[in-house]
């Protein structure tokens, strides 16, 4: 029976009773989690009205310009999760350290990595933006959330999702059974199922990477591209090319339409060739998403979520989509490597 229109706190209850051991702690992790994405959307459909447009005037771990919006988003988050007792640690692309739940709160099995806005860049342009999420189950001993915790492989997550502020807000999770999708109503301020059981299409017609830096790309990735633009019908080339620049966006539709979404490493500096996404906090996630949507996601290398992470801002190549597309990217990889 069809599902649709039910409410979110619904289906993670029912999700949850999927397990009959479960304690209910990841419910509750979930409820809050959603609370402070609301928060966040209310805000981000103020932004223009309000005075929360622009930069903060500091720049993040990641030498990025913090906008005002992104530390709002982080606040957020962080204040929304740190005492309901889920929680012993977060760890934000936001925040240069992982931070324990303070000690004057109960401390949970859960820690919660996140992207507290990304696209940030397309924020006072009124383009899509959102939020990702990852949360993995706490495995150091003791009550205190430690280092070891946050860096998993993004094969162990608990639960993956993302949020878009697009033009509706919507929630995409999984639990690790299947994908859903829930739009934010606001006449109720309430996410009901919109999208159920996603599963993206085999194989796309789309591509979406910032080709700007083309030049700069491997020699597989170049190949790779180039290949896409060639006409031949029976593969259904060339591709079409969307890129917004906020990774959810990006993702988001790729996930619907079908297509494949590259941000490789580049050697604009060849001493340090390096790729842009964050394996905590958008790669992992993401590919824990798009494997339970039946797609794929690689760093050319590597499945993403076979990753041993080794430090909390890690970058990654990532190479993420329709399963199609990402082995045929797989089979250039290979060849040009
Ligand atoms: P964030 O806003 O969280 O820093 O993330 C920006 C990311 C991601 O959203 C997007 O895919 C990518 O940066 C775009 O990078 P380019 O501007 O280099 O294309
Ligand atoms: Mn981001
Ligand atoms: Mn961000």
Not at 125 to 147: M, P
Not at 282 to 293: D, G, K, N, R, Y
Request: glycine content about 10%.
């Amino acid at each position: 029976m069809s599902k649709m229109g039910m409410n979110i706190q619904s289906h993670i209850v029912e999700q949850e009773r999927l397990y009959p051991n479960a304690s209910g702690s990841l419910t509750g992790l979930l409820m809050d989690l959603i609370y402070a994405t609301k928060i966040i959307s209310r805000e981000v459909n103020k932004a223009g009205l309000v005075d929360v447009l622009g930069i903060t005037g500091n720049t993040n771990v990641h030498g990025e310009e913090v906008k005002k919006l992104d530390e709002y988003a982080n606040n957020s988050l962080f204040n929304a999760m740190d005492h309901g007792g889920h929680l012993c640690m977060m760890a934000s692309e936001e925040m240069e350290e992982a931070v324990p739940v303070p000690d004057e709160f109960p401390k949970g099995k859960y820690v919660l990595m996140f992207d507290p806005l990304d696209g940030s860049s397309n924020i006072d342009a009124n383009v899509s933006i959102g939020t990702i999420f990852s949360i993995h189950r706490k495995v150091s001993e003791g009550a205190d959330g430690k280092l070891e915790d946050c860096l998993q492989k993004g094969r162990y997550q608990v639960a993956a999702g993302y949020v878009i502020y697009g033009s509706s807000t919507m929630l995409v999770y999984t639990t690790g059974n299947g994908v859903n999708g829930f739009t934010l109503d606001p006449s109720v301020g309430e996410f009901l199922l919109s999208h159920e059981n996603i599963k993206t299409p085999a194989k796309g017609k789309i591509y979406s990477a910032n080709e700007g830096n083309a030049k700069y790309w491997d020699e597989a990735t170049k190949k790779y591209v180039e290949y896409l633009k060639e006409k031949d019908s029976e593969t259904g080339r060339p591709y079409s090319l969307r890129y917004i620049g906020s990774l959810v966006a990006d993702f988001h539709r790729n996930l619907l339409y079908g297509g494949i979404f590259l941000y490789p490493i580049d050697y604009k500096d060849p001493q340090k060739p390096k790729g842009k996404l964050r394996l905590l906090y958008e790669a992992s996630p993401l590919a824990f998403i798009v494997e339970q949507a039946g797609g794929l996601a690689t760093t050319g290398n590597e499945n993403m979520l076979d990753i041993e992470p080794s430090e909390l801002h890690q970058k990654v190549p990532l190479i993420i989509g329709s399963k199609e597309d990402v082995l045929t990217y797989q089979k250039f990889y290979n060849e040009y490597n």
